[in-house]
């Protein structure tokens, strides 16, 4: 038997694991108590890894449907066929946009997601990318990226240093934490509550966070932007920005005070549900208090008002107000507030000129092809994925006619799912890259399975740039990969291979991709103000990491020249991947800093508090507060489970049964007034579609609130989504606020 470590790759907690193997098979899976981050903490999807690997459902050998319909085995060589054929004419006879990516939650988990899919992206040429970040994070990234400039400057909650910590919208004792890597989560707020600090929590749902919370604050579901432009409208008027004065244009910030002068508490109590005592006591409290850090999450980052059966998206607004009222308390780029972490692989925030940079447009320029909606950060709405598939141009035909789901299960996990289905059945070309059969990949073309987690790298390059400790760790594979599978980076080498072969006419080598994407990032290193290889020559670069291959390679040269490396040998009290390899438990590189004014990338090397398309957000939210429209009756919000990992993960035994199951929650009151009891079956219906599950009776929903996880298939929350209900400026789904109907079954 063998103790082997290991980083947890399921969710954003990135906890470290200690794992017991004997050959090929893991015998336990516990919390590595020696982790510089998580300390031994552990949940029980971190405890199900080695099912994960030993599952027998999880697919082994690439799968090609025949002129049957059937799936049949295939080598890897008969299914890279099967793709190179269908593609070609594709991109031959359509073009580059013709083709279309789904991209699921894994992909941002593992590093072969991170540098190869980019390289498979940009063979292919398409700009039509979709993915489960417009159905998750992209409003907060948005209004990050508008403020500080890039799409990763998301200043995160310093929550072991904090005093005062309201979060809206967020569960992370349940989920473990979501855009604010913080492994041990519960520990954390232990220790917050020690040194006697405070935790308020603003849901609708009296959720396990908030059950331990010093106050739950009930809100009407979807309102969350109007409270926090009424916490705000108090705020700013006091408001001490601190650190963050000097890079705060005062004319912007004026027209942002300007701007929240009608959202009173008074204002906004009606729509709310919230009294303005409460408010005004909470932005006395924040002002008050030592430190404090404002956070919000799914509940804000979706959020949606229906007023008069029109759905109102607000997450955008509800996310930049966040920072503008951390901003007001002094608390951005503070210890105790909200800060920026420093990744040791580098990132969006750490390249370029620092202080300065090109930042972003929103709305994007690119367009959909059908509604002409906006693209976010170069992704279109997964929402719109449907249409753009089976909607041909009445003048060209141009339509979608091939789409690669690189680790997503959309059908279950985005708006659309029956007109999704038909979709993806008018297709030239489907493939999908997932490791078992699921009902998106059951109706494609081809699969193709990778290897299991455990037979690969890990290191966090995307959740370090949200970290709530700056810390560097590193997992060796614990597995070899087994003969006849591979690896998810041999994948999408070979399909990369095949993109740039049909576009090019020289089709090249997996080694050779391999060898150009290595030239890429040690180029950027020598070429790049920030990094520590800056000037360095290119191919002293590539030599001193050629004993390393795939990605070991790149992320040894991304760790060598970024904010803690060796520079090649400028700094030589700096990093390598070789220090990681040295050190299992991780090495931790200390609280996290104040970076401003370098962490900006703005053009104007200010934040920008008052973008034009936020203030225009703002003044339409103002529009809402002289409706005397009736509030829907029944209101949808969602909620996660423990033991379940958004779409997948469900069939392993560790994570079956219990409390793991679909409901809809509701409160007694409302259960009373249907004549439904516990466990009843409940038809939950909506404009666009409805589901029938049992009925959970409990009181920790607000009268009028119904409760239902998202991920499963038999009952898809999904089906009850207004699919015309998206953000403009994030092209997000409105998944909280909706009007839905309730009727027994």
């Given at each position: 038997?063998?103790?082997?470590?290991?980083?947890?790759?399921?969710?954003?907690?990135?906890?470290?694991?200690?794992?017991?193997?004997?050959?090929?098979?893991?015998?336990?899976?516990?919390?590595?108590p020696e982790d510089v981050f998580s300390r031994g903490y552990v949940c029980p999807k971190g405890i199900a890894l080695g099912e994960l690997h030993s599952d027998s459902r999880r697919l082994t050998t690439p799968l090609v449907k025949g002129d049957d319909g059937q799936f049949h085995a295939a080598t890897w060589d008969e299914a890279f066929n099967v793709i190179r054929?269908?593609?070609?004419?594709?991109?031959?006879?359509?073009?580059?946009?013709?083709?279309?990516?789904?991209?699921?939650?894994?992909?941002?988990?593992?590093?072969?997601?991170?540098?190869?899919?980019?390289?498979?992206?940009?063979?292919?040429?398409?700009?039509?990318?979709?993915?489960?970040?417009?159905?998750?994070?992209?409003?907060?990234?948005?209004?990050?990226?508008?403020?500080?400039?890039?799409?990763?400057?998301?200043?995160?909650?310093?929550?072991?240093?904090?005093?005062?910590?309201?979060?809206?919208?967020?569960?992370?004792?349940?989920?473990?934490?979501?855009?604010?890597?913080?492994?041990?989560?519960?520990?954390?707020?232990?220790?917050?509550?020690?040194?006697?600090?405070?935790?308020?929590?603003?849901?609708?749902?009296?959720?396990?966070?908030?059950?331990?919370?010093?106050?739950?604050?009930?809100?009407?579901?979807?309102?969350?932007?109007?409270?926090?432009?009424?916490?705000?409208?108090?705020?700013?008027?006091?408001?001490?920005?601190?650190?963050?004065?000097?890079?705060?244009?005062?004319?912007?910030?004026?027209?942002?005070?300007?701007?929240?002068?009608?959202?009173?508490?008074?204002?906004?109590?009606?729509?709310?549900?919230?009294?303005?005592?409460t408010t005004r006591r909470i932005a006395q409290e924040l002002r008050a208090a030592p430190s404090a850090a404002v956070y919000g999450r799914m509940g804000t980052t979706t959020s949606g008002l229906t007023i008069e059966s029109e759905v109102i998206p607000m997450a955008t607004l509800a996310s930049w107000l966040i920072d503008v009222i951390n901003i007001a308390l002094?608390?951005?780029?503070?210890?105790?507030?909200?800060?920026?972490?420093?990744?040791?692989?580098?990132?969006?925030?750490?390249?370029?000129?620092?202080?300065?940079?090109?930042?972003?447009?929103?709305?994007?320029?690119?367009?959909?092809?059908?509604?002409?909606?906006?693209?976010?950060?170069?992704?279109?709405?997964?929402?719109?994925?449907?249409?753009?598939?089976?909607?041909?141009?009445?003048?060209?035909?141009?339509?979608?006619?091939?789409?690669?789901?690189?680790?997503?299960?959309?059908?279950?996990?985005?708006?659309?799912?029956?007109?999704?289905?038909?979709?993806?059945?008018?297709?030239?070309?489907?493939?999908?890259?997932?490791?078992?059969?699921?009902?998106?990949?059951?109706?494609?073309?081809?699969?193709?399975?990778?290897?299991?987690?455990?037979?690969?790298?890990?290191?966090?390059?995307?959740?370090?740039?949200?970290?709530?400790?700056?810390?560097?760790r590193y997992s060796p594979p614990v597995f070899p990969v087994p003969e006849g599978e591979k690896d998810e980076t041999q994948v999408l080498a070979e399909l990369t291979a095949i993109a740039v072969g049909i576009t090019s006419g020289h089709e090249p080598t997996t080694a050779q991709v391999d060898d150009l994407i290595a030239y890429t990032v040690a180029n950027q290193?020598?070429?790049?103000?920030?990094?520590?290889?800056?000037?360095?020559?290119?191919?002293?670069?590539?030599?001193?990491?050629?004993?390393?291959?795939?990605?070991?390679?790149?992320?040894?040269?991304?760790?060598?020249?970024?904010?803690?490396?060796?520079?090649?040998?400028?700094?030589?009290?700096?990093?390598?991947?070789?220090?990681?390899?040295?050190?299992?438990?991780?090495?931790?590189?200390?609280?996290?800093?104040?970076?401003?004014?370098?962490?900006?990338?703005?053009?104007?090397?200010?934040?920008?508090?008052?973008?034009?398309?936020?203030?225009?957000?703002?003044?339409?939210?103002?529009?809402?507060?002289?409706?005397?429209?009736?509030?829907?009756?029944?209101?949808?919000?969602?909620?996660?489970?423990?033991?379940?990992?958004?779409?997948?993960?469900?069939?392993?035994?560790?994570?079956?049964?219990?409390?793991?199951?679909?409901?809809?929650?509701?409160?007694?009151?409302?259960?009373?007034?249907?004549?439904?009891?516990?466990?009843?079956?409940?038809?939950?219906?909506?404009?666009?579609?409805?589901?029938?599950?049992?009925?959970?009776?409990?009181?920790?929903?607000?009268?009028?609130?119904?409760?239902?996880?998202?991920?499963?298939?038999?009952?898809?929350?999904?089906?009850?989504?207004?699919?015309?209900?998206?953000?403009?400026?994030?092209?997000?789904?409105?998944?909280?606020?909706?009007?839905?109907?309730?009727?027994?079954?």
């Amino acid at each position: 038997m063998e103790t082997q470590r290991r980083i947890c790759p399921l969710c954003e907690a990135t906890c470290g694991l200690e794992l017991t193997t004997d050959g090929l098979e893991v015998l336990q899976v516990r919390g590595d108590p020696e982790d510089v981050f998580s300390r031994g903490y552990v949940c029980p999807k971190g405890i199900a890894l080695g099912e994960l690997h030993s599952d027998s459902r999880r697919l082994t050998t690439p799968l090609v449907k025949g002129d049957d319909g059937q799936f049949h085995a295939a080598t890897w060589d008969e299914a890279f066929n099967v793709i190179r054929d269908g593609l070609r004419p594709i991109l031959t006879d359509h073009g580059p946009q013709s083709v279309g990516l789904f991209l699921g939650n894994p992909n941002v988990h593992n590093l072969s997601g991170a540098f190869y899919l980019p390289a498979f992206i940009r063979a292919l040429g398409t700009t039509q990318r979709f993915s489960a970040s417009t159905v998750d994070q992209m409003p907060k990234q948005v209004a990050c990226a508008l403020m500080y400039g890039t799409a990763l400057s998301v200043p995160v909650p310093d929550i072991d240093r904090t005093h005062y910590f309201l979060m809206l919208g967020a569960n992370p004792l349940i989920s473990n934490g979501s855009m604010m890597t913080a492994a041990d989560f519960p520990g954390r707020l232990r220790r917050l509550r020690k040194r006697g600090g405070r935790l308020v929590v603003v849901d609708p749902v009296r959720t396990r966070t908030a059950s331990v919370a010093d106050e739950h604050v009930s809100v009407r579901p979807g309102s969350d932007a109007l409270w926090l432009a009424s916490l705000a409208h108090l705020i700013v008027a006091e408001a001490t920005l601190g650190e963050a004065e000097a890079w705060v244009e005062p004319s912007e910030w004026a027209s942002v005070v300007d701007q929240l002068a009608p959202f009173s508490p008074e204002a906004t109590a009606p729509i709310t549900g919230i009294d303005p005592s409460t408010t005004r006591r909470i932005a006395q409290e924040l002002r008050a208090a030592p430190s404090a850090a404002v956070y919000g999450r799914m509940g804000t980052t979706t959020s949606g008002l229906t007023i008069e059966s029109e759905v109102i998206p607000m997450a955008t607004l509800a996310s930049w107000l966040i920072d503008v009222i951390n901003i007001a308390l002094g608390s951005l780029d503070r210890p105790g507030g909200v800060m920026f972490p420093l990744p040791v692989a580098g990132g969006p925030s750490t390249e370029g000129t620092p202080g300065s940079g090109h930042g972003v447009q929103i709305p994007g320029r690119r367009r959909t092809r059908v509604r002409g909606l906006p693209s976010a950060l170069g992704e279109f709405p997964a929402a719109t994925l449907a249409e753009e598939i089976d909607t041909p141009d009445p003048k060209t035909g141009q339509r979608i006619r091939a789409v690669f789901v690189v680790g997503g299960n959309p059908i279950i996990s985005t708006p659309n799912q029956g007109r999704l289905t038909n979709a993806f059945a008018q297709l030239d070309l489907m493939v999908s890259i997932d490791p078992y059969l699921t009902e998106t990949s059951s109706l494609a073309d081809v699969i193709l399975p990778v290897a299991s987690p455990l037979t690969r790298p890990q290191h966090d390059v995307v959740f370090n740039n949200l970290a709530v400790r700056n810390q560097a760790r590193y997992s060796p594979p614990v597995f070899p990969v087994p003969e006849g599978e591979k690896d998810e980076t041999q994948v999408l080498a070979e399909l990369t291979a095949i993109a740039v072969g049909i576009t090019s006419g020289h089709e090249p080598t997996t080694a050779q991709v391999d060898d150009l994407i290595a030239y890429t990032v040690a180029n950027q290193a020598c070429t790049d103000e920030a990094s520590r290889a800056h000037g360095r020559v290119l191919e002293e670069l590539l030599e001193a990491v050629s004993h390393r291959a795939g990605v070991d390679r790149i992320l040894d040269l991304r760790i060598r020249s970024g904010p803690y490396g060796d520079g090649f040998g400028s700094h030589p009290d700096g990093l390598t991947l070789q220090h990681l390899m040295d050190a299992p438990h991780g090495i931790d590189l200390g609280p996290l800093q104040p970076r401003l004014p370098e962490v900006l990338r703005t053009p104007s090397g200010r934040i920008d508090v008052a973008a034009p398309v936020l203030l225009d957000a703002l003044s339409k939210a103002a529009q809402l507060l002289q409706t005397k429209a009736p509030q829907a009756r029944f209101t949808l919000v969602g909620r996660r489970h423990l033991r379940s990992n958004n779409s997948w993960m469900k069939g392993l035994p560790t994570l079956t049964g219990g409390s793991n199951v679909p409901t809809v929650m509701i409160h007694p009151q409302d259960a009373g007034s249907l004549g439904i009891d516990d466990g009843d079956d409940l038809v939950v219906s909506s404009k666009s579609g409805s589901i029938t599950l049992p009925a959970a009776v409990r009181d920790d929903v607000a009268p009028g609130c119904v409760c239902i996880p998202h991920g499963w298939g038999e009952a898809n929350v999904n089906a009850l989504i207004d699919v015309d209900a998206i953000d403009p400026l994030a092209g997000t789904s409105v998944l909280s606020g909706l009007a839905v109907e309730l009727a027994p079954a």
